[in-house]
């Protein structure tokens, strides 16, 4: 105990030891005082009954991130693995967690939910991005577990249905963790083969654990941007996982999803027997029609002399009207002509310049007599207003002996006594001349 250690030695000693000795662990616990920075880190307190300690969660990248689909919450009891880690400043140690899985068929449930929102809202189970399936497949590509009663099913129903039909299958493990991996393999394959019409993913029933893979969001992603239509058998007809959302169509079983993919033969066969019985028949009413169409010309031509003598007939007929026709026509134009000339004669251009000098004569007339009545009426009415305006001008009254006074300083006439000042210099306007004048004595009424 001699020995002294400062504060950060002490801390790094701890560090070490905790470190070394808790590398990797597994943490099963609820989730609280959860927060999110603007970091995108995750940074929360794992608990039980009986403690508690702090973690922290970084925010991935990459695949891993949509590996982990499920979002952490309040009071979600999960199992983490992490590694223990001492943040020398504080002296705190904490769990860095490197992943986490939800623990009891309530949080698979919930992070069923929050995966299926959150492709919803991106689009992944739109209609409109839902492929057809073909009508009659040359292969179809199953990708399901090669030893489970699944893959029997499929096959006994094909063999049945259309015993021709070409069956590719891709093995995967559809139960665990890394089934989802393995499908989405699977799935790559299939689609580097070429030659594939359609797709199966199937698997037989289980629980709510036992289907977890097909709730998978790489998987989801896998499927949308298939370019080859799939189909989804995922379990029982109850059972509903993302991969049945986003497949272009859902089957209820393993076994329907291959009736709804491989048409019955026999009924192929049976539609085909149909259509060519029709087409005979249709073929047969043809001939039919066209015997009777046949028969009837061959009736209309039983004696080809009758059939040219009415031709002459009807030619001689043509002949006689076309040569009406043309007297007819010849009778309309020379009557056409006649119009022409006489309307040329009352058009003549000599005609109409007497015509038009004779009204030019009438109105240069009449032009005379208008304006000497006018320019007569104009001097009488100018002579009325000179004597009217003599009689209201200011200079008449001035030659009675009025006379005009103004301001010599402001200009404006003088109308009353109250306009000047004493002493202020007017003009005084007569009836010739005018004169200037000063105000001595202003006499007020």
Same mark, same amino acid.
């Given at each position: 105990?001699?020995?002294?250690?400062?504060?950060? #030695?002490?801390?790094?000693?701890?560090?070490?030891?905790l470190e070394g000795a808790f590398d990797r662990v597994l943490v099963e616990g609820e989730v609280s005082n959860l927060r999110r920075p603007q970091s995108g880190h995750t940074y929360f307190t794992l608990k039980d009954d009986k403690s508690q300690i702090r973690a922290v969660f970084f925010r991935p990248f990459g695949a891993f991130e949509k590996r982990n689909r499920l979002e952490l919450e309040e009071g979600l009891?999960?199992?983490?693995?992490?590694?223990?880690?001492?943040?020398?400043?504080?002296?705190?140690?904490?769990?860095?967690v490197d992943s986490f899985e939800p623990l009891g068929a309530g949080a698979l449930q919930k992070a069923f939910e929050q995966l299926k929102a959150k492709l919803s809202a991106e689009g992944l189970f739109d209609a409109c991005h839902k492929k057809s399936l073909p009508f009659l497949p040359r292969r179809v590509g199953v990708i399901t577990s090669p030893t489970g009663a699944v893959i029997r099913d499929i096959l006994n129903v094909t063999r049945r249905r259309f015993p021709a039909l070409?069956?590719?299958?891709?093995?995967?493990?559809? #139960?665990?963790?890394?089934?989802?991996?393995?499908? +989405?393999?699977?799935l790559r394959k299939m689609h580097a083969c070429k030659k594939v019409d359609v797709i199966i993913i199937a698997r037989g029933g289980g629980s709510l654990e036992d289907i977890a893979p097909f709730n998978d969001e790489a998987l989801a992603r896998e499927i949308f941007r298939s370019s080859i239509p799939i189909v989804s058998a995922v379990g029982h007809e109850t059972d509903f996982t993302i991969c049945d959302f986003v497949a272009d169509l859902r089957a209820p079983t393993p076994s329907a999803a291959a009736e709804l993919v491989v048409p019955e033969r026999s009924e192929l066969m049976a539609k085909i027997k149909t259509l060519r019985q029709r087409m005979v028949s249709g073929f047969f009413r043809y001939?039919?029609?066209?015997?009777?169409?046949?028969?009837?010309?061959?009736?209309?031509?039983?004696?080809?002399r009758r059939f040219v003598l009415n031709l002459k007939i009807n030619l001689d007929d043509l002949r006689e009207r076309l040569l009406r026709s043309f007297y007819n026509r010849r009778q309309e134009l020379f009557q056409d002509?006649?119009?022409? #000339?006489?309307?040329?004669?009352h058009q003549n251009p000599q005609r109409q310049i007497h015509q038009r000098k004779a009204l030019v004569a009438n109105i240069e007339k009449d032009l005379i007599i208008r304006f000497s009545a006018r320019l007569r009426t104009l001097k009488e009415k100018l002579l009325t207003n000179s004597a009217v305006l003599e009689s209201l001008s200011p200079l008449a009254v001035l030659q009675?002996?009025?006379? +005009?006074?103004?301001?010599?300083?402001?200009?404006?006439?003088?109308?009353?006594?109250?306009?000047?000042r004493e002493g202020e210099d007017v003009h005084i306007r007569l009836a010739k001349g005018g004169l200037n004048a000063k105000i001595e004595t202003i006499f007020q009424e």
């Amino acid at each position: 105990m001699e020995e002294i250690l400062s504060v950060s #030695q002490l801390n790094d000693n701890i560090k070490f030891l905790l470190e070394g000795a808790f590398d990797r662990v597994l943490v099963e616990g609820e989730v609280s005082n959860l927060r999110r920075p603007q970091s995108g880190h995750t940074y929360f307190t794992l608990k039980d009954d009986k403690s508690q300690i702090r973690a922290v969660f970084f925010r991935p990248f990459g695949a891993f991130e949509k590996r982990n689909r499920l979002e952490l919450e309040e009071g979600l009891k999960v199992l983490c693995r992490a590694r223990l880690n001492v943040y020398l400043p504080r002296g705190e140690y904490q769990l860095v967690v490197d992943s986490f899985e939800p623990l009891g068929a309530g949080a698979l449930q919930k992070a069923f939910e929050q995966l299926k929102a959150k492709l919803s809202a991106e689009g992944l189970f739109d209609a409109c991005h839902k492929k057809s399936l073909p009508f009659l497949p040359r292969r179809v590509g199953v990708i399901t577990s090669p030893t489970g009663a699944v893959i029997r099913d499929i096959l006994n129903v094909t063999r049945r249905r259309f015993p021709a039909l070409d069956i590719l299958i891709a093995p995967a493990r559809v #139960q665990g963790s890394e089934a989802a991996e393995d499908i +989405i393999s699977a799935l790559r394959k299939m689609h580097a083969c070429k030659k594939v019409d359609v797709i199966i993913i199937a698997r037989g029933g289980g629980s709510l654990e036992d289907i977890a893979p097909f709730n998978d969001e790489a998987l989801a992603r896998e499927i949308f941007r298939s370019s080859i239509p799939i189909v989804s058998a995922v379990g029982h007809e109850t059972d509903f996982t993302i991969c049945d959302f986003v497949a272009d169509l859902r089957a209820p079983t393993p076994s329907a999803a291959a009736e709804l993919v491989v048409p019955e033969r026999s009924e192929l066969m049976a539609k085909i027997k149909t259509l060519r019985q029709r087409m005979v028949s249709g073929f047969f009413r043809y001939l039919e029609d066209h015997r009777e169409y046949i028969a009837a010309l061959k009736e209309r031509l039983k004696d080809p002399r009758r059939f040219v003598l009415n031709l002459k007939i009807n030619l001689d007929d043509l002949r006689e009207r076309l040569l009406r026709s043309f007297y007819n026509r010849r009778q309309e134009l020379f009557q056409d002509l006649r119009h022409v #000339q006489l309307r040329l004669y009352h058009q003549n251009p000599q005609r109409q310049i007497h015509q038009r000098k004779a009204l030019v004569a009438n109105i240069e007339k009449d032009l005379i007599i208008r304006f000497s009545a006018r320019l007569r009426t104009l001097k009488e009415k100018l002579l009325t207003n000179s004597a009217v305006l003599e009689s209201l001008s200011p200079l008449a009254v001035l030659q009675r002996g009025y006379s +005009i006074t103004r301001s010599r300083q402001s200009g404006g006439i003088v109308r009353q006594a109250a306009d000047v000042r004493e002493g202020e210099d007017v003009h005084i306007r007569l009836a010739k001349g005018g004169l200037n004048a000063k105000i001595e004595t202003i006499f007020q009424e």
